[in-house]
């Protein structure tokens, strides 16, 4: 890695996030190992240094969560709110949607729209958007799992053409899911919570003692 750093004239941390997942061959282990690097005690040191990241890392996270101690139902109402505001459908006026690729982010919309706008199951669609060399039928099982939108529940899934089949690794294995809601009254009164919320943080608030 010291040689790679010199010769682009770039740091030793850069080079190592470059070939982090690069295998070594016999060959190659022998040839290091015949310059006196040890492979294994320097391979050993990575995996303690990834783990202690690790540890690092999950220590924050942990402490974090510690904010959120339980989720209220006024929670869920304004935190479903500011997701549709970021992810959901504001132009077709006769129904509520949001689509996302996250199943936790599904289902906490479904809580959202269950819980918060008492929203009853025969009123729920779902449509699975996934690439044509991915298994449609599991995709639609594992959305349906994810929300509790019986598969009979679904339009048509769309699946679309994709050269990830050629060996590329699939970040969306099950592709995304929208969530339908054919109301008028609940698309509005969405608009309506999100209108309010925009006006709220516009706010300038005013300083202590005023």
């Known amino acids: 890695m010291n040689e790679i750093a010199s010769a682009l004239n770039v740091s030793k941390a850069s080079v190592s996030l470059w070939v982090r997942d690069v295998p070594l061959s016999k060959t190659q282990r022998g040839k290091l190992n015949a310059r006196g690097f040890s492979v294994d005690a320097i391979e050993k040191r ?9 540890q690092r890392h999950r220590k924050i996270i942990d402490s974090a969560k510690e904010r959120i101690p339980v989720l209220t139902q006024n929670q869920l109402f304004l935190v479903g709110v500011a997701l549709y505001w970021g992810e959901g459908g504001k132009t077709a006026k006769g129904m509520a949607r949001i689509a996302n690729a996250d199943p936790a ?14 929203v009853p199951e025969e009123r729920f669609r779902g449509h699975v958007h996934t690439f ?10 594992y959305w349906s799992e994810v929300s509790g939108i019986t598969v009979r529940q679904f339009y048509k899934t769309y699946s679309k053409p994709s050269i990830a089949s050629k060996g590329k690794k699939d970040s969306l294995p099950f592709g995304t899911f929208q969530i339908y809601v054919c109301d008028t009254e609940l698309f509005l009164r969405i608009s309506g919570w999100i209108e309010r919320l925009s006006e709220l943080g516009a706010e300038v608030p005013q300083p202590l003692g005023h």
């Open 46 to 54: 990575r995996i303690n240094r990834i783990e202690n990241t690790r």
């Open 105 to 118: 982010v599904i289902k906490f919309m479904m809580r959202f729209f269950r819980e918060i706008c008492e």
């Open 132 to 141: 044509s060399h991915l298994n449609a039928k599991r995709a639609e099982e």
